[in-house]
């Protein structure tokens, strides 16, 4: 029921006492691989809640391939849609220091091979689902592709454009539905220095971007401890606050808040019901530690953060 094109990368961990200056060696603790990259932290998220996912994407045929693609399966995410391009996976370099600060360089590999030439089988399964999610983490031009095909065949195409800048034409941000993106990216998108201190100002200034002629079909902001706020087609701006918790490690919970919204809207859910759901997911995801490691069952939510 909903189908993720993206990134999948192996984290390689480091934690350190501070992060190494240029030309300098810090010893650190045991080194630590986790199975990331948005995409598929994204998959794994709809996947663990309970929905049908099939993922897209490419590893390479290092060493990395294989764990990546068992961590998917593992999670129950369909796989068949998922290529080997000859070298080197996705990988993400993270250290963390001892204020639990991280600095990461990312080396895409195999993922900036996430080419539509390379993804012929894609539009078949596109065709039969409700939603289709991507991010940016794979070539732009995927992504503008996907958006071609979701007006060619009526499928509802969710956009996480993360990490920007997101080039491209303005028509393609006017198919979004919804754009998800966190207070940093809407302020770059917008063009303003920040995006609404309280859940107030975010209202308010979703409501100037609500009203601009050329605007996604539906906004999607997230606002880490205060939710999220989001308008859906000419409506008003609405606020979902999150639950109070005590967050142990953020990693990954935007993630987790795309890949539950996402499933909730292929269940025919409205935006601000997927919406309150996400926000629960995303919650309860930074109250463990880890991306995929921290994601939630039905029945953990329940348990973890109640309506
Ligand atoms: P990103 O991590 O992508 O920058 P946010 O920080 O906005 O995005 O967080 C995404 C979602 O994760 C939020 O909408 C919320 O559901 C959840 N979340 C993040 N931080 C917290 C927090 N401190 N308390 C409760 N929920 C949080």
């Not at 303005?170 to 990216?185: F, K």
């Not at 880490?224 to 606050?241: M, R």
């Not at 005590?246 to 919204?261: E, M, R």
């Not at 926000?279 to 309860?284: F, H, K, L, S, Y």
Request: charged share 20%; with cysteine; aromatic share 4%.
């Amino acid at each position: 029921e909903v189908l993720v094109i993206g990134s999948v990368n192996a984290d390689l961990v480091v934690r350190v006492p501070h992060h190494p200056r240029p030309g300098e060696t810090v010893l650190g603790a045991d080194l630590v691989v986790h199975p990331g990259g948005k995409g598929a932290n994204q998959a794994v998220a709809a996947a663990r809640l309970g929905a049908r996912v099939a993922f897209a994407g490419r590893v390479g045929s290092d060493a990395y391939g294989p764990m990546l693609l068992d961590s998917l399966r593992g999670a129950g995410v369909d796989t068949a849609l998922v290529g080997v391009s000859d070298g080197a996976s996705g990988v993400a370099m993270i250290t963390v220091d001892d204020a639990g600060e991280n600095a990461i360089a990312v080396s895409p590999g195999a993922n900036a091979t996430v080419l539509p030439a390379a993804m012929a089988q894609v539009e078949a399964v596109l065709a039969t689902v409700p939603v289709v999610v991507t991010q940016l983490e794979i070539p732009d031009e995927a992504v503008d592709w996907l958006l071609r095909l979701g007006r060619a065949h009526g499928t509802r195409v969710v956009v996480n454009p993360s990490p920007g800048p997101w080039r491209t034409s303005d028509d393609n941000v006017a198919a979004c539905d919804p754009l998800v993106v966190n207070r940093i990216e809407a302020a770059e998108i917008l063009g303003m220095p920040s995006f609404g201190g309280t859940p107030d100002e975010a209202l308010a200034a979703l409501r100037t971007w609500r009203d601009r002629p050329l605007r996604p079909k539906s906004v999607v902001v997230t606002l880490g401890g205060d939710g999220a706020v989001l308008f859906d087609g000419d409506g008003e701006p609405v606020h979902v606050p999150a639950a109070k918790v005590a967050p142990v490690d953020t990693t990954g919970a935007g993630d987790a808040f795309t890949g539950a919204l996402a499933w909730r809207l292929a269940r025919g859910d409205g935006l601000a019901d997927a919406v309150r759901l996400a926000v629960r997911v995303g919650a309860a995801a930074t109250t463990r530690a880890g991306a995929q490691s921290s994601y939630p069952t039905l029945a953990e939510l329940a348990e973890r953060a109640p309506e």
